[in-house]
């Protein structure tokens, strides 16, 4: 399993990022992925998951309203677009999955076996 992580960047409050995570050796037809992010300091937190299963989707609070997850299954993508952006939201984005789980919530939750490099965003005041 491959996850290949793009979009991130620096872009000022208020503004939007999308990010995308291309997967291959898995087919994005059973198993949750979803976006995890790590600021400095900051634990670890599962920001949004899907379902490839059921397409159910899960947020975490401090996104919610703001950030949008979505799946393209014929490009076997992730995205995740981010409008309103805060400088709270700086960090690392890690795309990842896990065979075992098609619960978005459980995914976001828990430990995904399966990371994608990161890929910085930056929110600037």
């Known amino acids: 399993v491959q996850l290949q992580a793009s979009g991130g960047g620096l872009v000022q409050a208020g503004g939007s990022l999308t990010l995308s995570c291309a997967a291959s050796?898995?087919?994005?037809?059973?198993?949750?992925i979803g976006w995890f992010r790590q600021a400095p300091g900051k634990e670890r937190e599962g920001v949004s998951c899907i379902s490839s299963l059921n397409e159910i989707v899960h947020y975490a609070d401090s996104v919610k309203g703001r950030f949008t997850i979505s799946i393209d299954k014929a490009k076997n993508t992730v995205y995740l677009q981010m409008n309103d952006l805060r400088p709270e939201d700086t960090a690392v984005y890690y795309c990842?999955?896990?065979?075992?789980?098609?619960?978005?919530?459980?995914?976001?939750?828990?430990?995904?076996?399966?990371w994608g490099q990161g890929t910085q965003v930056t929110v600037s005041s």
């Open positions: 990842a999955t896990d065979l075992g789980h098609s619960s978005s919530y459980y995914l976001c939750h828990g430990s995904p076996a399966n």
């Open positions: 050796g898995l087919t994005l037809n059973r198993p949750a």
